[in-house]
């Protein structure tokens, strides 16, 4: 017998798919250029954080394998953007920080989204959009927690 609950979850997840898949198109396009949106989102984390993480720590973070974490921090070590350190205590750790550089390179990816993110959340309304957020939120934690 079929779950009557089925078709709201697959359209809740199409939803939520095909809006990832725009947003993302979106976004990329109006990232400086060279800038990718991985390279993006580990700088505004590492922003937000203020403090310094191992790259398995962001690998976590952003449910990645730690080679593609790897891979992301090496190019952003090589433009500059971030500082990788060894672990003083134990030297098969590194520590990962945000360098002034990656900061400015943050600051500036953030001015280029921005009018996209405002428009969007003019267009659609502050009241809704404060009401989908802990929906999604939600459905983050929950979606994390099964992995």
């Known amino acids: 017998m079929a779950d009557p609950n089925e078709p709201l979850a697959i359209a809740l997840f199409s939803e939520v798919f095909m809006a990832d898949q725009l947003a993302r198109n979106r976004i990329s396009r109006a990232l400086p250029k060279g800038m990718e949106l991985s390279h993006f989102s580990v700088l505004n984390h ?4 203020a403090e ?36 003083w205590d134990d030297a098969r750790r590194k520590f990962v920080s945000l360098s002034p550089a990656g900061r400015s390179a943050r600051d500036a990816a953030l001015a280029s989204i921005a009018p996209i993110l405002t428009d969007l959340v ?26």
């Open 52 to 87: 310094e993480r191992t790259p398995a720590q962001l690998a976590d973070s952003f449910h990645v394998t730690r080679g593609a974490m790897t891979n992301t921090l090496a190019k952003l070590e090589w433009a500059g953007h971030i500082h990788i350190r060894p672990d």
């Open 46 to 49: 590492l922003a937000n954080l």
């Open 122 to 147: 003019r267009a659609i309304g502050q009241d809704k959009v404060r009401t989908v957020i802990p929906v999604l939120r939600e459905l983050r934690v929950r979606l994390g927690a099964g992995s």
